[in-house]
């Protein structure tokens, strides 16, 4: 027990607890900007495989771990316009559409790498390159604070840029009240001049850019290589710490965080001899735990909300 304590309060812990939220907290910022246009982007999972993949690929092929960066985030987008083509202008079931895309991400990753690597596993064979740790001046000198905080992936202090960004886009900006009112009311948008379906494509379009980051993450600094369907369900992990966070970035983090707290606990328990059939579903079985609690607290909120059909009560008292 004393064992299991010293590893949670080390700051070897935290720093794991950082690094493996980043790509969830990537995630969870595309999820958030599609749930506030009114769309759910199901494809987040095969967005994030799609970068992880091409970023190795591009990387190993032109020697620049910047240009499969660019490669992974623009086969993302290119995920998230087919999308929103489909969803928008088909008027394809989005759940449905979404499904199809993990699939065929996972599919079109395991046949391309085989044709390139002759592999279907993963790229070990193929010489990829990984982004650049950063070490923060001063704060790297600093006990227990610079080992945790200092030394991450350049992406993973992007991440937390990320939820800046994200939650100043969505509250301080015009594309932001755009997408909070297409979400909230798209007649009342389309009425005063907003083009639904305008603003939902950029909201899909940011969305796949925010999991492109997270699935380069996972193949350019989590590790160095690809591994068939390496994303583990972190896409629909993602909408479930969205949908705790509520319709705010910092809350979104702070769910991804907790989701990455588990994940870190399931190592510390592998590194201390616990079976790993029981340490590897602990995200999992945290997930479902979560979402319901939060599916609780929702029942019960609606339950204590006056219904607007039922009129009030006329106050009595003199």
């Known amino acids: 027990m004393n064992e299991i304590a010293r590893s949670i309060l080390s700051a070897e812990f935290v720093y794991s607890v950082i690094r493996v939220s980043t790509p969830l907290i990537f995630a969870v910022m595309g999820a958030l900007l599609s749930e506030i246009a009114g769309v759910i982007n199901i494809a987040l999972e095969g967005m994030m495989l799609m970068a992880a993949f091409w970023g190795v690929i591009v990387s190993a092929f032109t020697g620049s771990a910047w240009l499969g960066m ?18 928008l202008n088909l008027r394809t079931n989005l759940i449905l559409a979404g499904i199809a895309l993990n699939l065929f991400a996972s599919g079109a990753t395991v046949f391309l790498l085989y044709l390139i690597s002759g592999d279907k596993g993963s790229s070990a064979s193929i010489k990829s390159y ?29 991440a937390f840029a990320a939820v800046v960004f994200v ?3 969505i509250y301080r900006t015009p594309l932001g009240l755009r997408l909070r009112a297409v979400g909230e009311n798209p007649e009342a948008a389309e009425s005063v001049g907003i083009s639904v379906r305008r603003v939902r494509y950029i909201a899909l379009v940011l969305s796949g850019l925010m999991a492109g980051f997270g699935g380069v993450f996972l193949s350019m600094g989590y590790v160095s290589w690809f591994a068939r369907d390496m994303t583990s369900g972190r896409g629909f992990i993602a909408l479930a710490a969205q949908a705790l966070g509520g319709k705010t970035a910092i809350g979104g983090m702070l769910g991804a965080m907790l989701f990455g707290l588990a994940e870190a606990l399931s190592y510390t328990f592998q590194a201390i001899r616990i079976p790993s059939e029981f340490t590897n579903m602990m995200p999992f079985v945290f997930t479902l735990i979560a979402l319901a609690v939060y599916a609780r607290s929702v029942i019960a909120r609606h339950r204590k909300a006056p219904s607007s059909s039922q009129p009030l009560e006329e106050n009595t008292e003199t």
Not at 75 to 87: P, Q, T
Not at 150 to 156: A, D, F, K, Y
């Open 70 to 87: 660019l490669a992974g985030l623009a086969s993302a987008v290119l995920l998230a316009l087919a999308l929103a083509y489909f969803h």
């Open 130 to 158: 990984v982004l650049p740790r950063v070490d923060i001046p001063l704060l790297k000198d600093i006990p227990f604070f610079g080992d945790a905080l200092s030394g991450h992936h350049i992406l993973t202090y992007l």
């Open 167 to 169: 939650q100043y886009l």
